[in-house]
T-cell receptor, first 115, second 112 residues
């Protein structure tokens, strides 16, 4: 169990650019979640997958955001035409199974700064 | 809409004392509630889970209570240590492996 890993850890970009983040979950976990966290707030849900199927998207996820999990393993989150308000920590989490009360295992996030 | 409130943004206590953190929720009937710890620049780490039919859960120096009548969970750290300093997040949850909805968290500082 190597834990959830996210890449990159930090991303600085200019407004209007596109960015893509990657998340590698714990290998046997079939559920993968994306959250966004700003300073002084708890993480806010963005979207989640069961295997390769995207099950739910939050209203926070504008049309500029897209997430994929093509083979049911790693996932990518892309933000197009970045805006100042996109600056945040993007967290990925994974868990096993669809039933029961399974804890989520988080990566250490990608911190995005928009100049 | 559902609302989760953690009683204070910051809590300072003396080393050795018991820290008590509060999580209140409204417009929600969770089947269970999870507590996480988050250190600066890191992702949350799962600590404890308590179900709606459990009054109390313990793990080493940690204790969680869940009162569905008051719609409240209390999180206690006994014999607190400076290493316990972190932000603690509560997440009430429906049954199943659904996305988490977090409170803002309480930043605990244990002073030596």
């Amino acid at each position: 169990d190597t834990g959830v890993s996210q890449d990159p850890r930090h991303k600085i970009t200019k407004r209007g650019q596109n960015v893509t983040f990657r998340c590698d979950p714990i290998s046997e976990h079939n559920r993968l979640y994306w959250y966004r966290q700003t300073l002084g707030q708890g993480p806010e849900f963005l979207t989640y997958f069961q295997n390769e199927a995207q099950l739910e998207k939050s209203r926070l996820l504008s049309d500029r955001f897209s997430a994929e999990r093509p083979k049911g393993s790693f996932s990518t989150l892309e933000i197009q035409r970045t805006e100042q308000g996109d600056s945040a920590m993007y967290l990925c989490a994974s868990s096993q199974g669809s039933q029961g009360a399974q804890p989520q295992h988080f990566g250490d996030g990608t911190r995005l700064s928009i100049l | 809409s559902q609302k989760i409130e953690q009683n204070s943004e910051a809590l300072n206590i003396q080393e050795g004392k018991t820290a008590t953190l509060t999580c209140n929720y409204t417009n929600y009937s969770p089947a269970y509630l999870q507590w996480y710890r988050q250190d600066p620049g890191r992702g949350p780490v799962f600590l404890l889970l308590i179900r709606e039919n459990e009054k109390e859960k313990r793990k080493e120096r940690l204790k969680v209570t869940f009162d569905t009548t008051l719609k409240q969970s209390l999180f206690h750290i006994t014999a607190s240590q400076p290493a316990d300093s972190a932000t603690y997040l509560c997440a009430p949850r429906r049954e199943g492996n659904t996305p988490l909805v977090f409170g803002k968290g309480t930043r605990l500082s244990v002073i030596a």
